[in-house]
Protein backbone atom coordinates (compact mmCIF):
# COMPACT_ATOMS: atom_id res chain seq x y z
CA UNK A 1 0.00 0.00 0.00
CA UNK A 2 1.78 3.51 -1.06
CA UNK A 3 0.32 5.93 1.05
CA UNK A 4 1.03 9.60 -0.54
CA UNK A 5 -0.73 12.12 1.90
CA UNK A 6 -2.13 12.95 5.32
CA UNK A 7 -3.83 15.91 6.77
CA UNK A 8 -4.33 17.06 10.26
CA UNK A 9 -7.63 18.57 10.55
CA UNK A 10 -6.83 19.78 13.79
CA UNK A 11 -3.91 22.24 12.80
CA UNK A 12 -5.28 22.13 9.03
CA UNK A 13 -1.00 20.78 8.73
CA UNK A 14 -0.44 19.61 5.09
CA UNK A 15 2.35 16.50 4.76
CA UNK A 16 2.90 15.28 1.32
CA UNK A 17 5.39 13.36 -0.79
CA UNK A 18 7.81 15.14 -3.77
CA UNK A 19 6.98 14.94 -6.97
CA UNK A 20 9.54 12.95 -9.10
CA UNK A 21 10.32 15.30 -12.07
CA UNK A 22 9.60 12.82 -15.62
CA UNK A 23 12.70 11.86 -16.50
CA UNK A 24 12.52 8.99 -18.95
CA UNK A 25 10.36 8.87 -22.40
CA UNK A 26 9.48 5.65 -24.17
CA UNK A 27 8.50 4.85 -27.37
CA UNK A 28 4.65 2.97 -28.13
CA UNK A 29 3.54 0.65 -30.21
CA UNK A 30 2.01 3.29 -32.49
CA UNK A 31 3.12 3.67 -35.97
CA UNK A 32 6.12 6.15 -36.59
CA UNK A 33 5.76 6.84 -40.40
CA UNK A 34 2.51 8.90 -40.63
CA UNK A 35 3.50 12.28 -39.36
CA UNK A 36 1.42 12.82 -36.21
CA UNK A 37 0.27 16.66 -35.39
CA UNK A 38 -2.55 16.42 -33.31
CA UNK A 39 -2.80 14.58 -29.88
CA UNK A 40 -5.16 15.02 -26.95
CA UNK A 41 -5.79 12.95 -23.21
CA UNK A 42 -8.35 12.75 -20.53
CA UNK A 43 -7.69 14.21 -17.31
CA UNK A 44 -6.67 10.62 -15.82
CA UNK A 45 -4.00 10.10 -18.85
CA UNK A 46 -5.81 7.05 -19.48
CA UNK A 47 -7.49 7.65 -22.39
CA UNK A 48 -5.28 9.07 -25.47
CA UNK A 49 -6.50 10.22 -29.25
CA UNK A 50 -3.56 10.84 -31.65
CA UNK A 51 -4.40 12.00 -35.20
CA UNK A 52 -2.46 12.29 -38.32
CA UNK A 53 -3.64 13.16 -42.10
CA UNK A 54 -1.94 10.50 -43.06
CA UNK A 55 -2.65 7.87 -40.63
CA UNK A 56 -6.12 9.02 -39.23
CA UNK A 57 -6.69 8.41 -35.89
CA UNK A 58 -5.02 6.18 -33.33
CA UNK A 59 -6.66 5.94 -29.95
CA UNK A 60 -5.64 3.97 -26.05
CA UNK A 61 -7.22 3.18 -23.48
CA UNK A 62 -4.31 2.61 -21.61
CA UNK A 63 -2.34 5.40 -21.32
CA UNK A 64 -0.78 4.40 -24.96
CA UNK A 65 0.62 1.25 -23.78
CA UNK A 66 -1.90 -0.48 -26.75
CA UNK A 67 -3.13 1.77 -29.58
CA UNK A 68 -6.01 1.07 -31.97
CA UNK A 69 -6.39 2.27 -35.61
CA UNK A 70 -9.88 3.75 -35.57
CA UNK A 71 -10.19 2.39 -39.28
CA UNK A 72 -13.77 4.52 -40.52
CA UNK A 73 -12.32 7.71 -39.01
CA UNK A 74 -11.57 10.80 -40.87
CA UNK A 75 -7.80 11.87 -41.63
CA UNK A 76 -7.22 14.57 -38.90
CA UNK A 77 -4.64 17.29 -38.24
CA UNK A 78 -5.60 18.75 -34.30
CA UNK A 79 -7.62 17.22 -31.74
CA UNK A 80 -9.48 18.34 -27.85
CA UNK A 81 -10.84 16.06 -25.38
CA UNK A 82 -12.98 16.36 -22.65
CA UNK A 83 -12.33 15.43 -19.21
CA UNK A 84 -13.31 11.85 -18.89
CA UNK A 85 -12.40 11.61 -22.90
CA UNK A 86 -15.53 10.28 -24.31
CA UNK A 87 -16.23 13.53 -26.60
CA UNK A 88 -14.00 14.59 -29.21
CA UNK A 89 -13.39 17.45 -31.16
CA UNK A 90 -10.97 17.45 -34.55
CA UNK A 91 -9.93 19.10 -37.91
CA UNK A 92 -8.36 19.14 -40.37
CA UNK A 93 -5.96 21.43 -42.44
CA UNK A 94 -6.77 20.87 -46.03
CA UNK A 95 -7.56 18.04 -47.59
CA UNK A 96 -10.10 15.46 -48.41
CA UNK A 97 -11.36 15.88 -44.67
CA UNK A 98 -12.07 19.35 -44.33
CA UNK A 99 -13.96 21.12 -41.23
CA UNK A 100 -14.79 20.61 -37.50
CA UNK A 101 -15.65 16.36 -36.95
CA UNK A 102 -17.09 15.41 -33.24
CA UNK A 103 -17.11 11.77 -31.49
CA UNK A 104 -19.32 11.65 -28.26
CA UNK A 105 -17.71 7.58 -28.11
CA UNK A 106 -13.96 8.01 -27.38
CA UNK A 107 -13.65 8.41 -31.55
CA UNK A 108 -15.12 5.26 -32.39
CA UNK A 109 -17.48 7.26 -35.16
CA UNK A 110 -17.38 10.45 -36.07
CA UNK A 111 -19.66 13.50 -37.49
CA UNK A 112 -18.85 16.50 -39.30
CA UNK A 113 -20.19 19.85 -38.45
CA UNK A 114 -18.26 22.55 -40.60
CA UNK A 115 -16.59 22.60 -43.63
CA UNK A 116 -13.87 25.19 -42.47
CA UNK A 117 -10.77 24.45 -44.84
CA UNK A 118 -8.17 24.65 -42.60
CA UNK A 119 -8.14 24.00 -39.20
CA UNK A 120 -4.97 24.70 -36.97
CA UNK A 121 -6.39 24.41 -33.60
CA UNK A 122 -9.25 23.15 -31.20
CA UNK A 123 -9.91 23.28 -27.56
CA UNK A 124 -12.44 22.04 -25.39
CA UNK A 125 -14.10 22.51 -22.09
CA UNK A 126 -14.07 19.79 -19.42
CA UNK A 127 -17.43 18.55 -20.20
CA UNK A 128 -17.13 18.49 -23.88
CA UNK A 129 -20.10 21.20 -24.43
CA UNK A 130 -18.06 24.48 -24.98
CA UNK A 131 -15.67 24.55 -27.97
CA UNK A 132 -13.39 26.86 -29.79
CA UNK A 133 -11.44 26.30 -32.92
CA UNK A 134 -9.45 28.58 -35.27
CA UNK A 135 -9.60 28.12 -38.78
CA UNK A 136 -5.91 29.37 -40.23
CA UNK A 137 -7.71 31.85 -42.58
CA UNK A 138 -11.49 31.90 -41.62
CA UNK A 139 -10.80 33.27 -37.72
CA UNK A 140 -11.99 31.58 -34.59
CA UNK A 141 -15.49 30.12 -34.17
CA UNK A 142 -16.93 29.26 -30.51
CA UNK A 143 -19.62 26.70 -29.71
CA UNK A 144 -21.75 26.28 -26.32
CA UNK A 145 -23.29 22.54 -27.71
CA UNK A 146 -20.75 20.27 -28.59
CA UNK A 147 -20.20 21.56 -32.12
CA UNK A 148 -23.60 21.48 -33.51
CA UNK A 149 -23.60 25.00 -33.98
CA UNK A 150 -20.51 27.41 -34.13
CA UNK A 151 -20.49 31.28 -33.85
CA UNK A 152 -17.22 33.79 -34.86
CA UNK A 153 -15.71 34.91 -32.50
CA UNK A 154 -12.22 36.42 -34.12
CA UNK A 155 -10.62 39.46 -32.00
CA UNK A 156 -9.02 40.79 -35.59
CA UNK A 157 -8.82 39.75 -39.13
CA UNK A 158 -5.15 37.64 -38.52
CA UNK A 159 -3.62 34.04 -39.10
CA UNK A 160 -4.12 31.83 -36.29
CA UNK A 161 -1.94 29.38 -34.64
CA UNK A 162 -2.92 27.63 -31.78
CA UNK A 163 -5.78 28.19 -28.93
CA UNK A 164 -6.45 27.02 -24.81
CA UNK A 165 -9.04 26.89 -23.30
CA UNK A 166 -9.98 26.68 -19.19
CA UNK A 167 -11.87 23.73 -18.03
CA UNK A 168 -15.08 25.91 -17.86
CA UNK A 169 -14.59 27.27 -21.31
CA UNK A 170 -14.90 31.00 -19.76
CA UNK A 171 -11.05 32.24 -20.04
CA UNK A 172 -9.44 31.40 -23.83
CA UNK A 173 -6.11 32.43 -24.91
CA UNK A 174 -5.25 32.36 -28.92
CA UNK A 175 -2.48 33.28 -31.23
CA UNK A 176 -2.78 35.11 -34.21
CA UNK A 177 -0.39 37.38 -36.76
CA UNK A 178 -0.98 39.64 -39.49
CA UNK A 179 1.28 37.70 -41.72
CA UNK A 180 3.49 34.87 -42.05
CA UNK A 181 6.66 35.66 -41.11
CA UNK A 182 6.11 35.53 -37.35
CA UNK A 183 4.60 38.77 -36.12
CA UNK A 184 2.41 37.14 -33.82
CA UNK A 185 0.64 38.19 -31.08
CA UNK A 186 -1.13 36.56 -27.89
CA UNK A 187 -4.96 37.40 -27.02
CA UNK A 188 -6.93 37.13 -24.19
CA UNK A 189 -10.68 36.23 -23.46
CA UNK A 190 -12.86 35.94 -20.52
CA UNK A 191 -15.91 35.70 -21.32
CA UNK A 192 -16.09 33.13 -24.40
CA UNK A 193 -14.74 34.20 -27.25
CA UNK A 194 -17.66 37.14 -26.95
CA UNK A 195 -14.55 39.92 -26.22
CA UNK A 196 -10.72 39.93 -27.12
CA UNK A 197 -7.75 42.27 -25.95
CA UNK A 198 -4.18 41.70 -26.74
CA UNK A 199 -1.90 40.30 -24.38
CA UNK A 200 1.35 42.55 -23.11
CA UNK A 201 3.85 40.38 -24.62
CA UNK A 202 6.16 41.07 -27.63
CA UNK A 203 5.54 40.60 -31.12
CA UNK A 204 7.11 37.47 -32.21
CA UNK A 205 6.61 33.57 -33.78
CA UNK A 206 4.42 32.88 -31.17
CA UNK A 207 2.93 29.50 -32.10
CA UNK A 208 2.02 27.47 -29.01
CA UNK A 209 0.23 28.30 -25.51
CA UNK A 210 -1.49 26.23 -22.95
CA UNK A 211 -3.78 26.93 -20.05
CA UNK A 212 -4.71 25.78 -16.12
CA UNK A 213 -7.90 23.79 -15.79
CA UNK A 214 -8.96 27.84 -14.14
CA UNK A 215 -7.32 29.65 -16.75
CA UNK A 216 -5.13 31.77 -14.08
CA UNK A 217 -1.81 30.08 -15.13
CA UNK A 218 -0.79 30.69 -18.99
CA UNK A 219 2.21 29.59 -21.00
CA UNK A 220 3.06 30.54 -24.55
CA UNK A 221 6.01 29.29 -26.69
CA UNK A 222 7.88 31.33 -29.28
CA UNK A 223 8.59 28.63 -32.58
CA UNK A 224 11.16 30.89 -33.96
CA UNK A 225 11.88 34.14 -32.42
CA UNK A 226 14.58 33.63 -29.89
CA UNK A 227 11.55 34.84 -27.10
CA UNK A 228 11.45 30.52 -25.97
CA UNK A 229 8.92 30.74 -23.29
CA UNK A 230 6.72 33.20 -21.53
CA UNK A 231 4.43 32.83 -18.32
CA UNK A 232 1.68 34.28 -16.71
CA UNK A 233 0.07 34.05 -13.23
CA UNK A 234 -2.73 36.21 -13.44
CA UNK A 235 -5.17 35.22 -16.58
CA UNK A 236 -2.25 36.96 -18.97
CA UNK A 237 -2.21 40.42 -16.92
CA UNK A 238 1.12 40.34 -16.78
CA UNK A 239 4.04 38.12 -18.29
CA UNK A 240 7.68 36.93 -16.92
CA UNK A 241 10.13 35.18 -19.71
CA UNK A 242 11.42 32.17 -18.92
CA UNK A 243 15.01 30.51 -19.61
CA UNK A 244 13.78 26.88 -20.38
CA UNK A 245 17.56 25.71 -21.29
CA UNK A 246 21.04 26.57 -22.02
CA UNK A 247 20.06 27.00 -25.30
CA UNK A 248 18.27 30.02 -26.66
CA UNK A 249 15.56 27.13 -27.50
CA UNK A 250 12.42 27.64 -29.24
CA UNK A 251 8.85 25.87 -27.94
CA UNK A 252 6.80 23.97 -30.54
CA UNK A 253 4.36 22.57 -28.18
CA UNK A 254 3.25 23.10 -24.23
CA UNK A 255 1.23 21.68 -21.92
CA UNK A 256 0.80 22.06 -18.33
CA UNK A 257 -0.58 19.94 -14.97
CA UNK A 258 -4.44 21.20 -14.02
CA UNK A 259 -3.12 23.75 -11.31
CA UNK A 260 -0.48 25.47 -13.64
CA UNK A 261 2.45 24.09 -11.10
CA UNK A 262 3.95 21.29 -13.25
CA UNK A 263 4.81 22.08 -17.27
CA UNK A 264 6.23 20.38 -20.33
CA UNK A 265 7.97 21.96 -23.31
CA UNK A 266 8.72 20.27 -26.33
CA UNK A 267 12.00 23.14 -28.34
CA UNK A 268 13.93 23.43 -30.79
CA UNK A 269 16.20 25.26 -32.35
CA UNK A 270 16.80 26.82 -35.74
CA UNK A 271 20.08 25.56 -37.23
CA UNK A 272 22.10 22.70 -37.14
CA UNK A 273 23.98 20.60 -34.07
CA UNK A 274 21.41 21.64 -31.19
CA UNK A 275 19.10 19.27 -30.05
CA UNK A 276 15.26 18.92 -30.45
CA UNK A 277 14.17 17.52 -26.87
CA UNK A 278 11.59 17.67 -24.28
CA UNK A 279 11.85 19.90 -21.32
CA UNK A 280 9.73 20.10 -18.27
CA UNK A 281 9.40 22.53 -14.78
CA UNK A 282 7.81 21.80 -11.68
CA UNK A 283 7.43 25.24 -10.61
CA UNK A 284 5.56 26.87 -12.98
CA UNK A 285 7.89 27.70 -15.37
CA UNK A 286 10.84 29.33 -12.85
CA UNK A 287 13.24 26.28 -13.90
CA UNK A 288 13.20 23.59 -16.52
CA UNK A 289 14.98 20.44 -16.71
CA UNK A 290 15.91 18.31 -19.95
CA UNK A 291 14.21 15.18 -20.06
CA UNK A 292 15.54 11.60 -21.34
CA UNK A 293 13.92 12.03 -24.61
CA UNK A 294 14.83 11.27 -28.27
CA UNK A 295 16.35 14.02 -30.37
CA UNK A 296 17.76 15.15 -33.36
CA UNK A 297 20.31 17.80 -34.20
CA UNK A 298 18.44 19.05 -36.95
CA UNK A 299 15.11 20.82 -37.26
CA UNK A 300 14.14 19.62 -40.22
CA UNK A 301 14.16 16.20 -39.96
CA UNK A 302 11.61 16.19 -36.59
CA UNK A 303 9.82 18.46 -33.90
CA UNK A 304 7.79 17.81 -31.21
CA UNK A 305 4.38 18.82 -32.91
CA UNK A 306 2.19 18.36 -29.33
CA UNK A 307 2.56 17.57 -25.86
CA UNK A 308 -0.22 16.23 -23.17
CA UNK A 309 -0.47 15.99 -19.69
CA UNK A 310 -2.63 14.42 -17.56
CA UNK A 311 -4.57 16.85 -14.99
CA UNK A 312 -1.45 15.48 -12.11
CA UNK A 313 1.37 15.53 -14.57
CA UNK A 314 2.17 12.17 -13.83
CA UNK A 315 1.29 10.86 -17.39
CA UNK A 316 2.96 12.76 -20.67
CA UNK A 317 2.53 12.20 -24.28
CA UNK A 318 4.08 13.95 -27.44
CA UNK A 319 4.00 12.76 -30.91
CA UNK A 320 6.63 13.90 -32.86
CA UNK A 321 5.98 15.28 -36.79
CA UNK A 322 8.14 14.46 -39.66
CA UNK A 323 8.95 10.69 -40.62
CA UNK A 324 10.36 8.60 -38.21
CA UNK A 325 8.47 9.93 -35.11
CA UNK A 326 6.45 8.26 -32.96
CA UNK A 327 4.15 8.58 -30.21
CA UNK A 328 6.16 8.39 -26.99
CA UNK A 329 4.95 8.53 -23.28
CA UNK A 330 6.32 9.18 -19.84
CA UNK A 331 4.90 7.84 -16.85
CA UNK A 332 6.04 8.64 -13.16
CA UNK A 333 4.28 7.54 -9.30
CA UNK A 334 1.27 9.87 -8.67
CA UNK A 335 1.91 11.73 -5.59
CA UNK A 336 -1.67 14.12 -5.03
CA UNK A 337 -1.91 17.20 -2.58
CA UNK A 338 -4.48 16.65 -0.42
CA UNK A 339 -6.54 20.18 0.21
CA UNK A 340 -9.24 20.48 3.28
CA UNK A 341 -11.35 23.85 2.66
CA UNK A 342 -13.49 24.63 5.99
CA UNK A 343 -16.96 25.06 5.11
CA UNK A 344 -19.42 26.43 7.71
CA UNK A 345 -19.22 22.86 10.11
CA UNK A 346 -18.35 20.50 6.95
CA UNK A 347 -15.00 20.11 5.68
CA UNK A 348 -14.30 19.18 1.94
CA UNK A 349 -11.13 16.93 1.11
CA UNK A 350 -10.06 17.30 -2.70
CA UNK A 351 -7.14 16.39 -4.63
CA UNK A 352 -6.20 16.84 -8.77
CA UNK A 353 -8.14 13.98 -10.55
CA UNK A 354 -5.04 11.27 -10.37
CA UNK A 355 -3.66 9.33 -13.10
CA UNK A 356 -4.05 6.31 -10.23
CA UNK A 357 -6.92 5.42 -8.61
CA UNK A 358 -6.43 6.35 -4.39
CA UNK A 359 -9.29 5.99 -1.54
CA UNK A 360 -9.64 8.93 1.54
CA UNK A 361 -9.39 7.44 4.94
CA UNK A 362 -9.77 9.00 7.82
CA UNK A 363 -8.36 7.97 11.94
CA UNK A 364 -9.17 9.80 14.84
CA UNK A 365 -6.14 9.02 16.39
CA UNK A 366 -2.85 8.44 14.57
CA UNK A 367 -0.88 6.21 17.93
CA UNK A 368 -3.79 3.54 16.12
CA UNK A 369 -3.61 2.07 12.70
CA UNK A 370 -7.55 2.41 12.88
CA UNK A 371 -8.07 3.82 9.09
CA UNK A 372 -11.03 3.28 7.80
CA UNK A 373 -12.06 4.20 3.99
CA UNK A 374 -14.68 7.51 3.51
CA UNK A 375 -17.85 6.39 2.42
CA UNK A 376 -18.90 9.76 0.68
CA UNK A 377 -17.84 9.28 -3.27
CA UNK A 378 -15.72 11.59 -4.35
CA UNK A 379 -17.57 14.44 -7.02
CA UNK A 380 -15.53 15.95 -9.61
CA UNK A 381 -15.19 19.45 -10.28
CA UNK A 382 -15.03 20.63 -13.66
CA UNK A 383 -13.97 24.04 -13.31
CA UNK A 384 -10.69 22.66 -11.31
CA UNK A 385 -10.31 18.85 -12.41
CA UNK A 386 -10.26 18.08 -8.89
CA UNK A 387 -12.11 15.41 -6.36
CA UNK A 388 -14.15 16.82 -3.80
CA UNK A 389 -15.36 14.67 -1.10
CA UNK A 390 -17.93 16.74 0.98
CA UNK A 391 -16.91 15.86 5.05
CA UNK A 392 -18.83 15.96 8.30
CA UNK A 393 -16.23 15.34 11.18
CA UNK A 394 -18.18 14.22 14.07
CA UNK A 395 -14.22 14.96 16.46
CA UNK A 396 -12.80 17.99 17.13
CA UNK A 397 -9.83 16.90 15.29
CA UNK A 398 -8.88 14.15 12.74
CA UNK A 399 -6.79 12.56 10.44
CA UNK A 400 -7.23 12.10 6.62
CA UNK A 401 -5.00 9.95 3.76
CA UNK A 402 -5.22 9.01 0.46
CA UNK A 403 -3.72 5.49 -0.43
CA UNK A 404 -4.11 3.23 -3.22
CA UNK A 405 -6.69 0.66 -3.15
Known amino acids: MKIFAILLVASTALLTANFALAQTWTQTSAPSNVGWWGLASSADGNKLVAVSTVGGVYTSTNAGAIWAQQTNAPKLGVVASSADGVKLAAGSFGGIYIGIYTSTNSGNTWTQQTNFPNIVAIASSADGVKLVTADFTEGIYTSTNSGAIWTPASPSNQFWFSLASSTDGTKLVAVGGNNLVGNNEIYLSTNSGSSWIPAMLPVTDWQTVASSADGTKLIAGDAGGGFGAYTSTNSGVTWISNSVSPYSLYCSAVAMSADGS ?127 VVLSPTSSSGFYRLKTP
Open 262 to 388: KMVAGVVVEGAFVPVSIYTSTNSGATWQTNNAPYTYFRNTGTWKTVAASADFSKLVAVGGYSGWGIFTSQTTPSPQLNLTPSGSNLTASWIIPSTNFVLQENLDLTTSNWTDVTNPPALNLTNLQDE
